[in-house]
């Protein structure tokens, strides 16, 4: 049972559109994490969320957390070819804070 | 500042064969992590450690061992390889429970 649900699994776009891609699950989590991930590379941390309802931007970048804490998303405004990569969405869980990842949004934006 | 490395970063093995991997960070954190990364599975949790000394299963520890030695350190032993350990091994270090640091990864493949 995945228990972070991320959507879409791939997404193809052109230079200039816009995007969101989607976290979901039915768990509460205390805080949710995003990272980027480039081909041959670990991944990086781009954004933490902690509180329900709590917007974040980075740049192009909006970061959303649910209410309820127990989904996110991710928003790009006219993506850019630097913007390709793999987008994880990471939630944290239990008393020793471990990670929970979904399986990742890979994105591929076109010049 | 290196943050985290690993060692090696490609490595083919026959099955039954044994090898370590080697985690390296020099931020000072308590926490570290192995992760392996398959096609479609994103990242899971083999076994981490929360300090100089300890180790405790994550999601997937079968087939594997953990020592944690040293603060620097965490490593990774297959003592004996199946091809179903044919991976990407991620190692992680972290401070706060808000981040992770990841190293670039190794390749393993067993035949």
């Known amino acids: 049972t995945q228990l972070l649900e991320q959507s879409p699994q791939f997404l193809s776009i052109q230079e200039g559109e816009n995007l969101t891609v989607y976290c979901n699950s039915s768990s509460v989590f205390s805080s949710l994490q995003w990272y980027r991930q480039e081909p041959g590379e670990g991944p990086v941390l781009l954004v933490t969320?902690?509180?329900?309802?709590e917007v974040k931007k980075l740049k192009r970048l909006t970061f959303q957390f649910g209410d309820a804490r127990k989904d996110s998303s991710l928003h790009i405004t006219a993506a850019q070819p630097g913007d390709t990569g793999l987008y994880l969405c990471a939630g944290v869980r239990g008393s020793q804070g471990n990670l929970i990842f979904g399986k990742g949004t890979k994105l591929s934006v076109k010049p | 500042n290196a943050g985290v490395t690993q060692t090696p970063k490609f490595r083919v093995l026959k099955t039954g064969q044994s090898m370590t991997l080697l985690c390296a960070q020099d931020?000072?954190?308590?926490?570290m992590y192995w992760y392996r990364q398959d096609p479609g599975m994103g990242l899971r949790l083999i076994h981490y450690?929360?300090?100089?000394?300890?180790?405790a299963k994550g999601e997937v520890p079968d087939g594997y061992n953990v020592s944690r030695l040293k603060k620097q350190n965490f490593l990774l032993g297959l003592e004996s390889a199946a091809p179903s350990q044919t991976s990407v091994y991620f190692c992680?270090?972290?401070?706060?429970?808000?981040?992770?640091?990841f190293g670039p990864g190794t390749r393993l493949t067993v035949t």
């Open positions: 931020m000072n954190h308590e926490y």
């Open positions: 992680a270090s972290r401070k706060t429970v808000y981040e992770q640091y």
């Open positions: 969320v902690v509180t329900g309802g």
């Open positions: 450690s929360v300090g100089e000394g300890t180790t």
